[in-house]
Every structure is written in C-alpha cells, then in structure tokens.
C-alpha cells in the first residue's frame, strides 16, 4: 500500500510539473503562476526563447516523475536512482521557478528524504 501512495505522490508532482510547461508555452494561464521571461525570482532575464526552454525542462521532469511513479509501482530497481536524479534536477528547476515554485523545492527534499530513509532501511543499517 506504501508503495502504491509513493508511486501515486511521484506521478502528481510529475503532473504538478505542467504548470512550469503550459504557463511560458501560452497553453493554458494556471492562477498564481504568471507567465514571465525571467529566472530566480527576476533576477536572471531569459527572454521568450529562454522561458520556453525552461519550460520544456519542466515538461520533461513532468514525464520523468510519471515514469518514476510506474517504476515504483512496478519495483523497478532502476526507480529510485532515477527519482533521486529527477528531484535533483527539479529542485534545481524549482529554484529557477522562484518564487512560485517555493513549494516544490520543498517537497523535492521530502522525496530525497525518503529516499535516503528507505535506503538505510533496505540495507539495514541503523543510525
């Protein structure tokens, strides 16, 4: 049942991630993200070009996490490793997101967490 939640939780934050997609890509206004041609909360001008190249790093984390929650799902061993990569990878994008993606970067450290947690119970060791 755990495995099934975490697969489900990792397929929504997959999912979550379409905003940072559809918002720079003008497919759809999401309230409380507003479409913005800069970068770490307006320090980092991107231009159009750029908002929509971070837009497709979102996109691809967004297939990445639902990838992640099948494996999961499935106990792929290949599952974590990619999580774990994935949510580096967002926590790095959410930054980007700043300061609406605040949020995300938070939870991208709860997957890393549990991860780690679950590795130290895998393997047996105690702290």
Do not use: K
């Amino acid at each position: 049942m755990i495995r099934t939640l975490a697969a489900a939780l990792l397929a929504a934050h997959g999912l979550i991630h379409l905003i940072g997609f559809v918002v720079p890509w003008g497919i759809a206004q999401v309230e409380g993200f507003t479409y913005r041609t800069s970068a770490l909360a307006g320090v980092v001008a991107l231009g159009e070009t750029g908002a929509r190249a971070i837009g497709v790093a979102w996109l691809m984390l967004a297939v990445g996490f639902v990838i992640a929650g099948v494996a999961t799902w499935r106990r792929e061993a290949w599952a974590a490793p990619l999580t774990a990569v994935l949510a580096i990878a967002s926590i790095v994008v959410c930054a980007l997101g700043l300061p609406e993606a605040a949020f995300g970067i938070l939870v991208n450290v709860g997957i890393l967490a549990a991860l780690g947690c679950d590795e130290v119970r895998q393997s047996g060791s105690h702290l």
